[in-house]
């Protein structure tokens, strides 16, 4: 067990530019999570999958926004037009069964500084 | 929607003292609640969960039990140490019978700094 993991760790993109980060979870866990967390701020939630399936999206997030899991596997989050409000440390993680008492397993984050 | 709301902090304590952070949420039936640990320059990591009332989750000295009543998961530990500064987020999973998402809630956490 390896544990969930991010890439990059940290992005410094200029305003207009597209990024994308990408989450490897603990590799038989079938749900992966994004979240955003901003300084002072618990998580937010973003968006979820259950294997391949992207079953929720917050309401908050932008059409800027996008997730996809290919393969029931690694995820990537990508973020085109980035904004400074952007700005943000994005979290994945990982969990497996179903409903909603299994342990969510998080990653170190992705650190985005939108200049 | 559901919620989480979580005492301000910081939490300033000497070594060995009584620590409680407190911890209230709402939500529709018999969520899950758990306590993550957010140490400096790392990521989130599950300190304890409770998954029906009146559970009792513990794991490093610290305690929490899940209080229907009040709709409470208050985090304990008897005496603290100086390794246990970190920021702590409360968080619940939607009960599965309510019928509704499975988004789960964070708090915005507490941040505790033990001192010597």
């Known amino acids: 067990d390896t544990g969930v993991s991010q890439d990059p760790r940290h992005k410094i993109t200029k305003r207009g530019q597209n990024v994308t980060f990408r989450c490897d979870p603990i590799?038989?866990?079938?749900?992966l999570y994004w979240y955003r967390q901003t300084l002072g701020q618990g998580p937010e939630f973003l968006t979820y999958?259950?294997?391949?399936?992207?079953?929720?999206k917050s309401r908050l997030l932008s059409d800027r926004f996008s997730a996809e899991r290919p393969k029931g596997s690694f995820s990537t989050l990508e973020i085109q037009r980035t904004e400074q409000g952007d700005s943000a440390m994005y979290l994945c993680?990982?969990?497996?069964?179903?409903?909603?008492?299994?342990?969510?397993?998080f990653g170190p984050g992705t650190r985005l500084t939108v200049l | 929607g559901n919620s989480v709301t979580q005492m301000e902090g910081p939490v300033t304590l000497s070594e060995e003292a009584f620590l409680t952070i407190n911890c209230t949420y709402t939500a529709t039936g018999y969520p899950s609640l758990f306590w993550y640990v957010q140490y400096p320059g790392e990521g989130l990591q599950l300190l304890l969960k409770?998954?029906?009332?009146?559970d009792k989750g513990s794991n490093k000295g610290f305690e929490a039990t899940y209080r229907k009543e009040t709709t409470s998961f208050h985090l304990e530990k008897g005496s603290v140490q100086v390794s246990d500064s970190a920021v702590y987020f409360c968080?619940?999973?939607?009960?599965?019978?309510?019928?509704?998402?499975?988004?789960?809630?964070f708090g915005r956490g507490t941040s505790l700094i033990v001192h010597p």
């Open positions: 999958f259950q294997n391949e399936a992207q079953l929720e």
């Open positions: 993680a990982s969990s497996s069964g179903a409903g909603g008492t299994d342990t969510q397993y």
């Open positions: 968080a619940l999973s939607p009960d599965p019978q309510s019928g509704g998402s499975y988004i789960p809630t």
């Open positions: 409770a998954t029906k009332a009146d």
């Open positions: 590799s038989e866990h079938n749900r």
